[in-house]
């Protein structure tokens, strides 16, 4: 059993920046594949940023944050990390992490086992 506790989102001008954490309790964090998805208002919950098990090499961003945000994760740590930059209104919504065993990670929402509890992030313009 994995549970997940993020935290950092809040209100930012655009062009600002934020660092989400995601705290992992359990064991064998280090084999989860782990995601960060976000859910804006009266939209479908979307897959931003993906970062393989063991070794994290294996990372994903979907195109609209590529060269903005950067997934990362600190195994002895139990955390995972969304490093945000360039914010912008549209990235408005609720941050949630999730963890997927196996080490592969997957663009598929029902693919995730543990989920957070889901942070708000807001830009304004």
């Known amino acids: 059993q994995v549970q997940l506790v993020e935290s950092g989102g809040g209100l930012v001008q655009a062009g600002g920046s934020l660092r989400l954490s995601c705290a992992a309790s359990?064991?064998?964090?280090?084999?989860?594949?782990m995601g960060w998805f976000r859910q804006a208002s009266g939209k479908k919950r979307e897959l931003v940023a993906a970062?393989?098990?063991?070794?994290?090499?294996?990372?994903y961003y979907t195109d609209s944050v590529k060269g903005r945000f950067t997934i990362s994760k600190d195994n002895p740590k139990n955390t995972l990390y969304l490093q945000m930059d360039s914010l912008k209104p549209e990235d408005t919504a609720v941050y949630y992490c999730?963890?997927?065993?196996?080490?592969?990670?997957?663009?598929?929402?029902?693919?995730?086992?543990?989920w957070g509890q889901g942070t708000q992030v807001t830009v304004s313009s």
């Open positions: 359990g064991r064998a964090f280090s084999t989860y594949a």
């Open positions: 970062i393989g098990g063991w070794n994290g090499i294996a990372r």
């Open positions: 999730a963890a997927r065993g196996g080490g592969y990670y997957s663009d598929s929402e029902g693919a995730y086992d543990y």
